[in-house]
């Protein structure tokens, strides 16, 4: 049976659940809950001004999307198995690592294409590598080949003493003429900024500019942050996120070694 009401005079109670039935139903109110705003994106977007003013320009966030935000999200779940945990990594390493290649200095480059037409493009300017911290770093260098081919990559080995936590370098590769070139510096996990801090040091002892190294970094606290620009104010740091707590555990699970 229908249920539509019969008409209030009683007659043709047919007609008149037909014609209801014929009306358009009202939509329902959505019960879908609206998505969240992530941590990532309260930092990067809705207090933009802020990070400006604490840290300066030299800090720069990840575009806050929701992919990123699901990158993000499958690394810090403790039940994300390796295999997943490494894909998941190696997608966000290589957004990083692109919008990290954005800020190298480029230069203009006009080329003719097959139909004979000259383009007004850009290019890289000479002198470009990257270095890596490891173990984590490592992490990233792959991520690095991937967009630029015959890149060459130099490595540091950064160490905490047991007791007093104090970092000190132990090992430093770098290709001769590093100190004429951009650096890419590559460390996934920033919790005290401590490692970071003597990173730069060796390579501003070896002759490269402060303001010619990028930090390319997954993770970084605001402790570490603000202890890296107020180090190095002229550094460039690309980060994915700023939280209070760092997934330390990437290395390890990345690499296998938990």
Do not use: W
């Not at 009202?26 to 207090?47: C, D, S, Y």
């Not at 919008?99 to 230069?107: C, D, F, H, V």
């Not at 370098?169 to 003597?198: E, H």
């Not at 942050?225 to 996120?241: C, D, G, W, Y």
């Amino acid at each position: 049976m229908c249920t539509g009401s019969p008409s209030s005079n009683g007659s043709q109670p047919e007609e008149a659940n037909a014609t209801t039935e014929q009306q358009p139903q009202p939509e329902q109110e959505a019960t879908e809950q609206p998505l969240r705003t992530p941590t990532h994106a309260i930092v990067g977007a809705a207090k933009a001004e802020e990070i400006l003013a604490e840290y300066g320009s030299n800090l720069k966030l990840l575009e806050c999307n929701s992919q990123v935000s699901e990158l993000l999200t499958i690394i810090r779940d403790k039940n994300t198995t390796r295999s997943d945990f490494k894909f998941y990594a190696d997608r966000l390493i290589r957004l990083v690592i692109e919008e990290s290649l954005n800020q190298l200095p480029y230069t203009d480059c006009d080329v003719e294409t097959p139909t004979g037409a000259i383009y007004e493009g850009l290019k890289y300017r000479s002198g470009n590598c990257g270095v890596s911290i490891i173990r984590s770093g490592e992490a990233m260098e792959q991520g690095l080949r991937d967009c630029c081919r015959s890149i060459r990559i130099g490595k540091i080995l950064v160490e905490s003493d047991a007791n007093t936590h104090e970092a000190r370098v132990v090992y430093a590769r770098f290709p001769d003429d590093i100190g004429s070139r951009q650096v890419l510096l590559m460390y996934p996990i920033m919790s005290t900024g401590n490692t970071v801090l003597q990173a730069v040091n060796v390579l501003r002892e070896h002759g490269v500019p402060e303001k010619c190294i990028i930090l390319s970094n997954l993770f970084c606290t605001p402790v570490a942050a603000r202890t890296v620009v107020n180090a190095f104010p002229q550094l460039k740091i690309l980060t994915s996120e700023l939280h209070p707590v760092a997934p330390n555990h990437f290395g390890q699970k990345y690499f296998g070694t938990d």
